[in-house]
């Protein structure tokens, strides 16, 4: 027989016997039946001695051909057969049924933790980044970082939990601010969300232990305009009604010039109720324009970049929001209470 018609012959078995293929074993030995060291096509090549040139070559191409067709075939038959194969797995398997409904979560986040997670979700939309920071900090991050020298008499303003480490419990989430601004550099913005802590006596609008959120934004450009429309949208968004905001200078050694923000109450819209104790408005977060010394801490050109921050008091808004009047519920333990101020 023709060296042509040999060629055609195995590859029109090879084409047959796949038909009937249903399983991986099977598959393998047809593997080793064509493509093995006695294989019918290794052996084809054996035979290509006994040609001469031309044909020689005319052949060993047409083999070439062959095998790698044959290759593909089987490849692509083996990944379909351990396809089915998984799939028929995963319907045999009675331990997981995806299908199912899950079961429904016991227990309710806590009201400061549904709070936070908003604030994330409506300044990740905005393009913020969110950090986390540690709440056993050194010394220098929770002053010298943000323009509080040795001695400064606002160190006085926070009582301060020193460990026997020399280092403190972060009394606010600025101890956030050099590590961020030298991690992202300029331009740059991003939120800290955090628990602090200060030495204070505790009652009914004060606790040793609170969470606030920081935010920063530096860039070329950046005014207080945009700490403005920032703090306006998240605010809006937070209390689900349009917010009205107004600034008032307040001193704070890591931002020139400081304010504090006040919105118009969102209770009774400004015309004074017992919320905003009838002055129609509610102090509700600090805020002002980056020190440039405090950006100089971080490496950053304080010639080309401002910036603005804000340190939301993350415990009283949500107190605002869930009505609440006393902080002690949040560190209580109070199952009953907390479990309250639930949005599901
Ligand atoms: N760190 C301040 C505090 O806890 C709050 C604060 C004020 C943060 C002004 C800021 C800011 O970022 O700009 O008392």
Known sequence: MEMKDKIEQVKARFQEEMQSICGTEELEKIRVAYLGKKGLITDLMKN?????ADAKREAGQQINQLKQQVSEFIAAKSSELEAALAQARL??????DISLPAKPVTGTLHPITIVQ??????????????ED??????????????????YHPARDMQDTYYLDNGQVLKTHTSAAQNTILRKYGAPCRAIFPGRCFRNEAIDASHENTF??????????????????????TMLSEVFQKDITVRLRPGFFPFVEPGFELDIQCHVCGG????????GGWIELCPCGMIHPNVLTMAGIDSEKYTGFAFGLGLTRLAMMKFGIRDIRVFNSGNLKSLEQ???Q
């Open 48 to 52: 290509l001695k006994d040609l001469n």
């Open 91 to 96: 319907q045999q398997d009675t331990r997981y």
């Open 117 to 130: 997670r908003e604030l994330e979700d409506i300044f990740r939309s905005m393009g913020f980044a969110v």
């Open 133 to 150: 920071f540690k709440e056993v900090v050194t010394e220098y991050d929770n002053f010298e970082a943000v323009n509080i020298p040795k």
């Open 211 to 232: 969470f606030q959120m920081e935010g920063i934004m530096v860039g070329e450009d950046i005014s207080i305009s945009n700490l403005i429309y920032f703090m306006k």
């Open 271 to 278: 015309t004074g109720c017992p919320t905003c104790k009838q």
């Open 341 to 343: 101020f639930t949005i």
